[in-house]
């Protein structure tokens, strides 16, 4: 059981370029989302799913894609990498029913810097 | 516009001190109130949370006070230890939809032994 497994740790990005953080659990968990971490501001929800096909807007979408396809897998996508976008990102999940009843999991992080 | 709140930004004590970490709501839908601890290069794990029909929480040496009326809950932390040093944040969410939290800017806690 490896819980929410995040690659890459590490990623150097040139402005323009395109690449895709990835996200996996094993938890059979419903709801995953992902969140981006900026000094002085917490983190902050970029998108989430609530399970296989469905996904929806946080407060932070602009410049980011993603799909669910599979209810482990739940991949993030940077179209045009801006220096804006440089940030640390973490991928959450947890079981869809209730609020306080459930543990949400995070990733360990990557951290993503755009030049 | 950040819809919780929360202070101090930093916060150092001694061994043994009280840390007390504040936050504020806006949102009246809010019905899920997490604490989250973060060590340097990790992600975010749960400590404690409460729900608003609850004043008071505690698990080990870590307490929730929640006050439903002034829109504020806090995190105190009991006999704090050097080890209890990361950067705590309090968040909220609506309903069912635990995985939209709204965070808070984080606290970094130090603890000197």
């Known amino acids: 059981n490896a819980g929410v497994t995040q690659t890459p740790k590490f990623q150097v990005l040139k402005t323009g370029q395109s690449m895709t953080l990835q996200c996996a659990q094993d938890m059979n968990h419903e709801y995953m989302s992902w969140y981006r971490q900026d000094p002085g501001m917490g983190l902050r929800l970029i998108h989430y799913s609530v399970g296989a096909g469905i996904t929806d807007q946080g407060e932070v979408p602009n410049g980011y894609n993603v799909s669910r396809s599979t209810t482990e897998d739940f991949p993030l996508r940077l179209l045009s990498a801006a220096p804006s976008q440089t940030s640390v990102y973490f991928c959450?999940?947890?079981?869809?029913?209730?609020?306080?009843?459930?543990?949400?999991?995070f990733g360990e992080g990557s951290w993503l810097t755009v030049v | 516009q950040q819809q919780v709140k929360q202070s101090p930004q930093s916060l150092i004590v001694q061994k043994g001190g009280i840390p007390i970490i504040n936050c504020a709501y806006e949102n009246t839908a809010f019905d899920y109130f997490p604490w989250y601890q973060q060590f340097p290069g990790k992600g975010p794990a749960l400590l404690i949370a409460?729900?608003?029909?609850?004043s008071e929480k505690k698990e080990g040496r870590f307490t929730i006070s929640f006050n439903k009326s002034a829109k504020q809950f806090s995190l105190h932390i009991m006999d704090s230890q050097p080890g209890d040093s990361a950067t705590y944040f309090c968040?909220?969410?609506?309903?069912?939809?635990?995985?939209?939290?709204?965070f808070g800017a984080g606290t970094i806690l130090r603890v000197k032994s």
């Open positions: 968040a909220a969410s609506i309903g069912g939809y635990g995985n939209k939290l709204v």
């Open positions: 959450a999940s947890s079981y869809a029913s209730g609020g306080a009843g459930n543990t949400i999991y």
């Open positions: 409460i729900r608003p029909d609850v």
